[in-house]
């Protein structure tokens, strides 16, 4: 397996080091590679924060730490995909059970009780959920958006030892996936800080966002 892809299964978690992302979009092409993902669809994104902007002074590539120092990390490209949350707002607000947060600790989709209400769409704070299947009038409007399509890290992969495709194609090896101990520790031995927030760690970690203080 890839540096980054320390362990796989029950309770494998999946978390970026932003600091190693360069945007290279391989992992967008392997995604739609491995799963047929259409052209104008895609499971994973790089969002890229602050563009053009320099981070405060010493902090630049070091966008994790000039977030927990309180200053501005500069322009910092982050893969954004659904992080199988601990504490998932959309498995929270779904009001028809469609998304299931399962006991190894994966999120999933359940595309018959799905009914595109696009509820989960506003309650995530990644932007994991899409919804390939809306279009421009109605569907935005009473939420019509079809089936809801997101990251499923890979699941079958690993039920058969492989890590996700998008962390085993990782360039710089941004993606990790462990448990949230492996993760913490391959992110000290990086140097590099966690990106997100307080309250986005409790979000995506649960009670294991003490791992990473």
Request: net charge negative; proline share 5%.
């Amino acid at each position: 397996m890839h540096d980054g892809v320390m362990s796989t299964g029950e309770d494998a978690r999946i978390f970026p080091d932003v600091e190693a992302c360069i945007d290279c979009g391989g992992c967008v092409v392997s995604c739609k590679r491995t799963w047929d993902v259409p052209r104008d669809e895609q499971r994973i994104s790089i969002a890229t924060m602050l563009e053009g902007q320099e981070a405060a002074s010493g902090l630049n590539a070091s966008s994790g730490k000039a977030m927990e120092q309180g200053e501005s990390p500069g322009e910092t490209a982050v893969p954004m995909q659904c992080y199988h949350c601990s504490n998932a707002p959309c498995v929270s607000v779904c009001p028809t059970d469609s998304l299931i947060s399962k006991e190894n600790g994966f999120v999933r989709v359940r595309d018959d009780l799905c009914i595109g209400c696009q509820y989960c769409l506003s309650a995530c704070p990644f932007g994991a959920p899409q919804f390939p299947n809306e279009d421009d009038g109605v569907a935005n409007l009473v939420g019509s958006g079809g089936n809801m399509d997101k990251c499923t890290m890979c699941e079958e992969r690993q039920d058969v030892g492989k890590g996700p495709a998008c962390a085993e194609e990782c360039a710089t090896d941004a993606i990790l996936v462990g448990t949230p101990a492996q993760i913490s520790d391959e992110l000290d031995n990086r140097d590099s800080g966690t990106f997100f927030n307080d309250v986005a760690m409790d979000i995506i970690f649960g009670e294991d966002a003490s791992e990473f203080q």
